[in-house]
Every structure is written in C-alpha cells, then in structure tokens.
C-alpha cells in the first residue's frame, strides 16, 4: 500500500454526492414496532428511559427489531497538525506516533476497553508526521494518509480543500471496507494538537467564543492554556472559516484524522451502521459530517459528555444526548468502547421483549 493515499475516483465531489444518496432516515414503521414491543414490558411507562429510547433508535438504524451489535469495532484516526509549532500542547507530535506503536501493542487505554467490550480496534493513518510504513505493510493498521499532518492553521490554512475532500473521502473508504466485517463502528482519534482544531472547528459553527470553548487538552498549565486561547483567537481571525461551507471549515481549521472520522461516520451511515461517537475531536468530525448531509445524525450514538470545555456545545449543535458522563478526556475512542456495554444492554431489552412477544407472552405495564 502506498504511503501517500491516492485517490481510487477521479471526481471526488461526484463520489461524495453518490455516497450521500445512499444514506436515508430511520425506518420509522421499525421504529414503531420497537415501541409497541418495549411498551409491553411489565414496569411502569417507558421506566428505563433513554435505554429505550436507544433501543428504538437502533432499530430504526438497523432497519430490524434484533439490531446486530456484536461485531463492534473502534477505529481510530491519526494525524499529526502543524499548529503544534505554536505550543498548544503539553506534548510533541512525536507522541502521535509513539501511540500508534502502542495502540498496536495492545497496550493503551482504548485496548483496554475494547478489550472488555469485546471489540476489535483498528488504526487508520491519516496523515501522521512519521512513517509508519512498517506497521501498514505488516498489516497492523491501514494507510490513507494524505500527507504528514497539516500545516501551522496559524499562519494560514490546515489544508487544502482539496485534500480535505481526499480525506473525507478516504474516511468513506474505510467504512466500506469495514462494512462487512462490523454491526456498529465508534469513532477513536489521535493527533497532537487536535483539541486546537476542534475547538476552532465548534467556534466556527456555533459562533461562540474562544473563552467559552476551550479546554486545556492534554492538561496544560494556566499559562499554556491562556496562550492556547490567545493562538484560537490568531487561528479563526487569519482564516475566517465559513460556516456556511464544513469543507471550508475542515480546511482552514481541521486535521486529516477529523476528516477521516466524518469520512467514517459518513460511510457507516451509508451502509446503514450505527456509529458511536466518542468525545471531542470526534465530535468536531461528526459535526463536519452532519453539515455535509444531515441524514447522518439518524445514525448517530454519543457515547459520553467530555470535560473538554466545548464538548456540550459541540453535541447541542449536533442535536445529540450524551448517554454517559464520567468525565473522561483520552480520547483514543475509549468512551466510545465504554457506551459498547450500554448499546448492547438496550439490545438486550428490545431483544427479550420481542423473544416473548413471539411466543405469545406479553406484560401489561405498570401505570
């Protein structure tokens, strides 16, 4: 596989058009059916809540009132960004790297969880600053890179927009090579600098200020995050992202890995997968996703509230319901593994329930 990923359509826009027309919303006459069935638990009305309501949802997705959830996949998008050079983070983009080996290793926080929601974790490489070239020919992660991270967003845009739609595009191809193999996709990310890009990424679509967006990433100390704040505010004043166009956005201000993971969510949505989102930076790639076809919200999933500041912004922009809150902030697509546990128990219930309703045994609810 090559080190630099080429493109497989020569018009790109016309693939991303074709992939939109495949992605439609919920079923709602299986949406319906998954009602009528849960209401027939012996409880009182809807008792489990958002449980429920997330078992509805996966009916709708699946288009069937047994949702297929075991095969469970994380993927993780890499890339590297030049904004680094700026002191944004506590770490240097060298880690980036330093993780995947990791990652690869099964020794990193997201293999952990993966590992007790028994889930399969795959790495994608688009656009780390080093080669990894040994890891994707042994076959331990999968290659799309577009280049070796993105340029200084400080100083002018991240990327070109035409390389932002490659990575995009790279992020659908992904999914559709996975689609086969997985019942339900969660996104997972790595990037030093990329709580930088998301952040410009929410200010841009919301409109709210720097002060009210920005988190201190990978634990940066009062002056590093007031610096952070004063680079945010260079970064959106230099490239004045347009929020009516999410490729101009995603260019000015995004990462490879961002554009993978709405790539991702795009694809998933196309092959009628569910997709839990994880925390911040997937959500800047979810909300890249949703401004470029709003269906894909049908199949969204969100796995949990981070302590990122912008998060909840992020997600009320995306009109999403964290169903977890426990205050995580690694990223990797851990809290994404860790919602698997829930995804499976509304399974579970909308599962029984249909088991007896089939044999002929039903509850009356609990007024």
Known sequence: MPSTYKPSKPNHVDFLEATFRRIFPQDTDVRAQAKARLEQLTMPYWALG?????????S???????????????????GDHGVTAEGVSKFPSEVTAQMVYNFVNGGAGINALARQARAEVTVVDMGCAIDLSALVTAGKIISKKIGPGTANMALGPAMTRTNAVLAVEAGI????????ETDIFATGDMGIGNTTASTAI?????????????????GLDDAQFEHKKKVLERILQINKPDAKDSLDVLAKVGGYEIAGIAGLIIGA?????????????SSAGAMIACKLEPFVRDYLICAHRSVEQGHAAMQEKIGCKPLLDLKMR?????????????VEAAVAVLTEVATFAEAGVTGTPVS
């Open 269 to 281: 949505a196309a092959n009628r997968k569910p997709v839990v989102v994880d925390g911040f930076i």
């Open 202 to 218: 929410v200010a841009a679509f919301t409109g709210k200020s720097i002060d009210e967006l920005t988190g201190r990433g990978t």
């Open 50 to 58: 958002d449980l429920m309501d997330l078992a509805v949802d996966l």
């Open 330 to 342: 690694l990223g990797e697509g851990t809290g994404a593994a860790l919602a698997f546990n829930v």
């Open 60 to 78: 709708g997705m699946t288009r069937s009132l047994r949702p297929p959830v075991q095969r469970k996949r994380v993927v993780i998008m890499v």
């Open 173 to 180: 191809e992904v999914a559709e090579q996975l689609a086969s």
